[in-house]
Nanobody, 129 residues
Framework: QVQLVESGGGLVQAGGSLRLSCAHS????????MGWFRQAPGKEREFVAA????????YYADSVKGRFTISRDNHKNTVYLQMDSLKSEDTAVYYC??????????????????????WGQGTQVTVAS
């Protein structure tokens, strides 16, 4: 089993920055593609960013492109989400997710919640305007 533990959420003013971390344990980290999703009250969970197993390829939702950066440290078994120029509409619970990658299908399915096998408990991000 894979365990994912997010941290780094909190309250920040609009225009500020936060860095979320997600610690992965239980299986070999480099066998997993990783994603960040978020869910605001009354809304469905939505894709934010994803990174492949090697860290060579990253993908972003249009709403965060140019403001958020996903990265991973395969020595620390951790994936990060650097969030800059935060807006009130970024307020949500942010979830880390792991996908046991087989073949190349992930590269066309990385934005789908159904693609991911494991999820963290979430961390709240609140952006005050």
């Amino acid at each position: 089993q894979v365990q994912l533990v997010e941290s780094g959420g909190g309250l920040v003013q609009a225009g500020g920055s936060l860095r979320l971390s997600c610690a992965h344990s239980g299986r070999t980290f480099t066998n997993y593609a990783m994603g960040w999703f978020r869910q605001a009250p009354g809304k469905e969970r939505e894709f934010v960013a994803a990174i492949d197993m090697s860290g060579d390829r990253t993908y972003y939702a249009d709403s965060v492109k140019g403001r958020f950066t996903i990265s991973r440290d395969n020595h620390k078994n951790t994936v990060y989400l650097q969030m800059d120029s935060l807006k009130s509409e970024d307020t949500a619970v942010y979830y880390c997710a792991a996908d046991r990658g087989y073949g190349s299908s992930w590269y066309s399915r990385y934005s789908l919640t159904s693609e991911y096998n494991y999820w963290g408990q979430g961390t709240q991000v609140t952006v005050a305007s």
